[in-house]
C-alpha cells in the first residue's frame, strides 16, 4: 500500500494478510526480482502464497524474518 508521496505505509499499520512483492521487497530491504527468484527456487527464507498466479507475501512471515528469526 503507497501513499501519495509513493512511500509505502509503516509496516506496524498493515493489516491485510499478504503484501505484494514489491511492498514485500521495500520492507526487506531487496529488489522485487530477488523475492521472485526465491519463490521460483523456493529457497528464500519465507515463502510466498499464489493467489490467482500472483506472489503474495504473508505479513506474519516478514515480521517474523525482521524480528530475526525465520516463519
Known amino acids: 500500500m503507497q501513499t501519495a508521496s509513493n512511500q509505502f505505509i509503516p509496516l506496524e499499520k498493515i493489516t491485510r494478510p499478504n503484501l505484494t512483492t514489491e511492498e514485500a521487497a521495500f520492507f526487506l530491504n531487496r529488489q ?40
Do not use: D, F, M, Y
Request: glycine share 12%.
Open 32 to 71: 522485487p526480482q530477488t523475492l521472485r527468484a526465491w519463490a521460483c527456487l523456493e529457497h528464500g527464507p519465507i515463502r510466498p502464497v499464489r493467489i490467482s498466479g500472483r506472489l503474495a507475501w504473508p505479513l506474519a512471515g516478514i515480521r517474523a524474518l525482521l524480528a530475526g528469526g525465520e516463519k
